[in-house]
């Protein structure tokens, strides 16, 4: 378990953002961050942010985005007493700004990240310290009671991965039935996509264009693409659900069957 101060200092917390729509606070959170290009980071936030909003409910958001910075995760929080205009689903302005930056390597820790924020921030007399917090220590201090759990960076890379590469497939065909173009459709498929490291993204859409699938299930050792047996030392390791491999006969992507 890691705590979320571990990610976070003071200097990173600003108690009363100034801006009141979206870019503006970005762009200060952003400032926060020392000897990096802030101008790369906003405009990939930006970028996402354009794809769906990322407001939670509950009046907070968290604009993010994959960024190769070398420095692992990054975050910086600011609330905002007048309420920010964030697009959100409920249509409630937020008060409560997550500004996260994590590296390609590093992306299990920005989901574990992501589902413990929002454990915490369900709870309302969380939420409410959090509002009431009077300086950027005590934020800190009242953000250290949020837990992180860490799986291996590896394996998890992987999980993730594997779910999402499903899903990207799905979308593909979706795309083939649909014969024509659908914004929304495009736009679900940039954001997976803006989630899975190229290595993984190159190889999938060869496969797609080579075989029409690039992830399958393995059910009894069979890959379900060729259908040729596997070897046994690979079909040892693929005992974890929801983990991807490759195939040795036809090079898909395999996984256990989901669930
Ligand atoms: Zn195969």
């Not at 995760?73 to 249509?91: E, N, P, Q, R, T």
């Not at 190159?202 to 264009?209: E, G, M, S, T, V």
């Not at 040729?228 to 929801?242: E, R, V």
Request: glycine share 6%; charged share 30%.
């Amino acid at each position: 378990m890691k705590k979320l101060s571990e990610f976070l200092s003071p200097e990173n917390v600003l108690i009363e953002l100034e801006g009141t729509d979206a870019e503006s606070v970005i762009k200060e959170l952003a400032g926060t961050f020392k000897n990096i290009n802030k101008d790369v980071i906003v405009e990939r936030v930006l970028h996402r942010e354009s794809m769906d909003s990322t407001a939670i409910g509950h009046g907070i958001a968290f604009p993010h985005a994959r960024i190769e910075t070398g420095k692992g995760l990054m975050i910086a929080v600011g609330k905002s007493g007048k309420g920010i205009d964030f697009s959100a689903f409920d249509g409630n302005p937020v008060s409560l700004v997550f500004l996260v930056v994590w590296q390609p390597s590093t992306p299990i820790l920005f989901t574990q990240l992501f589902s413990s924020l929002i454990k915490s921030f369900r709870k309302q007399d969380f939420r409410n310290k959090i509002l009431s917090a009077g300086d950027k220590k005590e934020m800190v201090e009242i953000l250290s009671a949020i837990k992180i759990k860490i799986i291996e960076e590896a394996e998890a890379e992987i999980v993730c991965t594997a779910s999402i590469l499903r899903k990207l497939q799905e979308l593909e065909r979706k795309r083939v039935v649909l014969k024509r173009k659908s914004p929304k459709l495009e736009k679900e498929i940039e954001t997976l996509r803006s989630d899975v490291n190229n290595d993984y993204l190159n190889r999938f859409d060869r496969l797609i264009k080579r075989c029409g699938t690039a992830i399958v299930d393995v059910i009894d050792g069979v890959c379900q693409g060729c259908y040729m047996n596997l070897s046994t030392g690979l079909t040892n390791q693929i005992k974890y659900k929801n983990h991807v491999y490759i195939c040795e006969n036809c090079g898909r992507f395999i996984a256990l069957k989901e669930d």
